[in-house]
Every structure is written in structure tokens, then in C-alpha cells.
């Protein structure tokens, strides 16, 4: 989930309706503990399979793909989900897959779920209600092989609430009309391999595009928890942790941080400097 497209922006750099090296693409930094049409704020996540999320108002329909974090107690139910059996107050979640996403505790407090589309816009008047600092257009864009990168990004001056994320869009100079592009967050998907048992003290994984650091707390989507006992290396495709709470089957997916992602952030006043990973995916890969 580092760096996550909208799902209008997919379908708009098939269509045309996007282009990486000739749109000005502007950088926003987020505070997700605010509410906009885009990000709603969780008041409650069910022990049960599947977990059902309750926020008020969210306005999101069933096929919605919706980013969760910040989650306490039931923290399977942070990840990447479809929205189902939506309501006016609530929805369940599943993984991409259709799977019913399992509960793995009571949830406590927190929670935020950012709506990636498609039954919105994804328009940056969806989300701006989140800004901190200042919109910063991006410079040096360039694209290889499906794979979108750009200059250091330097935000000057920032004052405000912590930053849980930053956000892509094509910066027409009118919000409204101005198309999301991608959400870039401290953590990303985990997908295990094959099946692990109870009890296991090692979880193959597809390999990990970026490192996991000892100690994080991994809830995957059946409900099976695991703690990191050492760190985890980028395309590493096994994790050493303690030992499993229960089996985990191929295909389920944690939520894991990524080691030196810089989020979040809390501003000073002074410059937030944003210089994008290395690798085969850089900022993001179509």
C-alpha cells in the first residue's frame, strides 16, 4: 500500500485522461484524522468474519476498494479491502480476492478508511479537507517501463498535524477538476505463500518490495497475528517471528511498516524532504 494508484487513475492513464511526463503532478501532505467525501473516520470494527467498520456517513458503495489504518485492537482489519454490504453507517470488508476479512481482536479506539474509488471522483476536493503544509508541484518526471519517478520533493516550511500520508494529483489549478493519482503511506501489503501452521516460527511470503523492521505486529486477514523477531530485508520472501497465533493460508495478506518510510511525520515548521525508494517501482508501477 506505500504507493497506491486511485482506482479512476487507472482507468485514466488507459484512457488518456492522465499523462506522467507532460500533466503538472503536485505532492500533498496528509493528515488522515480528518474527515473529507474521501476519508472517513472509524468508530468501531466487529470481531467477526467479516469484520464489519463503522463511520458514520461514509458514502462508499460495495466494489469501493478503501485504504484502513490506524486501527487498535482488531488489527486485521487494517489493510487494503473491498467494501461489501455497505450501509449508511457501515460496510463490511473483504480482501481483493472476495474473502471475508476475520476479526482478530476487540477493536479499541482510531481508525481511518480513505475511499480509492471507483464510486467517486478521486478528485483532490475529496481529499483536501486533509492538507497540511503546502501543495508542491512535482519536477523531473520521467517514465521507463511502466515505472513513475520524479526529482526529490522538497515541502518548505510545514506547520500542522502529524502526516500519516501524501497524495499524487494532477494539478489543473481547480480541485475539482484536478484527478488523484496515488496514495503513498508508511506500510504496505504482505502476502503470505503458502500455508504456515500454528505455532510456525517462519511465514514464507511473496517477496517483500520493501523491508519490515523486528518488532512489528502483523494481523493478516484470517485473523492470525505474528511479531517480527528480526528485521526483514526488501525481496526477502520468508519472515522470522514468534511464534504464529493461529495457521495462516496462502493468499492471506497482512499490513506490515516499512522500514525508514518517514511516515509518519510530524511537522516543526522546518522542510519536509521526500526523496522516492529505489528499486524496479520507484514512485509507482502501472
Known amino acids: ?33 480528518q474527515s473529507t467525501a474521501s476519508c472517513k473516520q472509524i468508530s468501531g470494527a466487529s470481531n467477526a468474519t467479516p469484520i464489519v467498520i463503522t463511520a458514520t456517513a461514509h458514502g462508499f458503495a460495495g466494489g469501493d476498494i478503501v485504504y484502513i489504518s490506524g486501527i487498535g485492537g482488531n488489527l486485521a482489519a487494517n489493510g487494503y479491502w473491498l467494501v461489501a454490504s455497505a450501509t449508511a453507517n457501515s460496510f463490511a470488508i473483504t480482501d481483493l480476492a472476495g474473502n471475508n476479512v476475520v476479526g482478530s481482536g476487540n ?32 519536477s523531473g518526471e520521467s517514465a521507463s517501463q511502466g515505472v513513475a519517478n520524479a526529482s526529490t520533493l522538497t515541502f518548505t516550511s510545514v506547520s500542522g498535524n502529524p502526516c500519516q500520508a501524501l497524495a499524487l494529483f494532477k494539478n ?40 519490515i523492521p523486528t518488532g512489528a505486529v502483523m494481523a493478516f486477514s484470517n485473523g492470525a497475528t505474528a511479531t517480527l523477531s528480526a528485521v526483514a530485508s526488501a525481496g526477502a520472501r520468508s519472515l522470522s517471528v514468534s511464534a504464529t497465533s493461529a495457521a ?16 509518519p511525520v510530524i511537522p516543526n515548521g522546518g522542510n519536509v524532504v521526500v526523496s522516492w525508494g529505489g528499486g524496479s517501482s520507484r514512485i509507482f508501477k502501472l
Open 172 to 211: 489543473t489549478g481547480t480541485p475539482s477538476t484536478s484527478k488523484l493519482i496515488a496514495l503513498i503511506s508508511g506500510d504496505f501489503i504482505v502476502t503470505a505463500a503458502q500455508n504456515a501452521p500454528s505455532g510456525s516460527a517462519t511465514i514464507y511470503v511473496d517477496p517483500l518490495k520493501y523491508g
Open 248 to 263: 495462516i493460508n496462502q493468499g492471506n495478506v497482512a499490513l506490515a511498516p516499512q522500514a525508514n518510510s518517514g511516515l
Open 1 to 33: 500500500m506505500t504507493n497506491a494508484l486511485f482506482e479512476n487513475a487507472r482507468n485514466n492513464y488507459l484512457t488518456g485522461g492522465l499523462n506522467w511526463t507532460s500533466d503538472t503532478v503536485a505532492a500533498a501532505l496528509l493528515d488522515l484524522t
Open 107 to 138: 477493536y479499541t479506539s482510531g481508525g481511518r478508511a480513505v475511499n480509492m474509488g471507483p464510486s467517486i471522483s478521486n478528485n483532490w476536493s475529496e481529499l483536501s479537507g486533509c492538507l497540511v503544509g503546502p501543495v508542491t508541484n512535482l
